[in-house]
């Protein structure tokens, strides 16, 4: 008899399924995407000098001891948003020097939130003791009524809540323009931060800062097509590409004819593991910024001087 062999973990967003469910079940979500997406075609900005500051909400809502992660994993998250969307990773010369010019620097930074709603000060950390013992896709972890945690305004912070997903799931977030009341990031507690509960190939923070992406209205770098070489992210820079990468392929990985460098497989916005994912590009921070300019703008007046 032949032993089974263990499978590595893979890494599995539901970003795009969320959107397509909010594309057939919430009025205007289509309308206001289509809109946005033809004022970001036709941006034609000078590049954003200021940097943003994010105030963040992490929801910890748990059902065992393991999934209520301590602040140190929290806090190691936000560390490593901030250093992905500045585009300042201590081995980022593992970038194909084809690639290297193309390094965009997001200047959007994170900050655990200092202030609740109501003015009073807080850590920026809820935890929510559920007797859930994991959440699906369907936005339930967003509500105190379904054993999750009620959002924070969407308007004034960056709503990330860390759970137990099912099925697989590492994460999911909504694009700019769905519902407030379901607005933020989900990511399940053992993708989240670098210690704790964080395991491999997912205990580098590149899910949170992969679903941060979406939040501001990056796509997947193949398209989301399958495998088909016909979608598009909407991103001149990042080469077509067959479909997700999985592991940590070696470059060059060729598909959809885009040799002699292939696929950019350590871009935030594919599927390989945290400690290959190394960038965005130039032209997936224009449309970061885009977003911060667009359905975005309450969050881009919370400003400091670029350094």
């Known amino acids: 008899m032949t032993e089974a062999v263990a499978q590595a973990p893979v890494r599995r967003c539901e970003t795009m399924q969320v959107h397509h469910r909010l594309l057939d079940t919430v009025s205007g979500y289509a309308e206001a995407c289509a809109a946005f997406e033809n004022t970001t075609f036709h941006r034609r900005a000078a590049a954003r000098e200021e940097t943003v500051r994010i105030p963040v909400v992490v929801h910890v809502v748990w059902a065992s001891d393991e999934q209520n992660i ?55 950390v809820i935890r929510t003791n559920t007797a859930m013992t994991a959440f699906d896709t369907d936005d339930a972890v967003k509500s105190a009524a379904t054993g999750g945690s009620d959002p924070w305004p969407a308007d004034r912070y960056l709503n990330i809540w860390v759970c137990q997903l099912t099925g697989g799931v590492v994460g999911y977030a909504q694009f700019p323009g769905g519902p407030a009341a379901t607005d933020g990031v989900v990511v399940t507690y053992t993708a989240f931060g670098t210690t704790g509960s964080a395991a491999a190939p997912f205990n580098g923070g590149r899910t949170t800062t992969h679903e941060v992406g979406h939040w501001l209205n990056l796509r997947h770098v193949w398209g989301d097509d399958g495998d088909g070489c016909h979608g598009s992210d909407f991103v ?47 032209g997936q921070v224009e449309r970061i910024d885009a977003a911060l300019a667009g359905p975005r703008a309450s969050l881009s007046n919370l400003t400091v001087a670029a350094p």
């Open 70 to 124: 301590n602040d140190a994993q929290v806090q190691s998250q936000i560390d490593v948003l901030n250093a992905d969307f500045r585009a300042d990773i201590a081995d980022s010369d593992r970038v194909p020097e084809v690639w290297r010019s193309l390094v965009g620097d997001a200047r959007v930074e994170f900050f655990l939130a200092t202030e609740d709603p109501a003015g009073e000060p807080t850590n920026g």
């Open 236 to 282: 001149d820079d990042t080469p077509n590409q067959a479909g997700p990468s999985r592991g940590c392929p070696t470059f060059p990985t060729v598909s959809c004819d885009n040799g002699p460098d292939g696929d950019m497989f350590m871009n935030f916005m594919d599927y390989t593991d945290d400690a290959c994912m190394l960038m965005f590009t130039q």
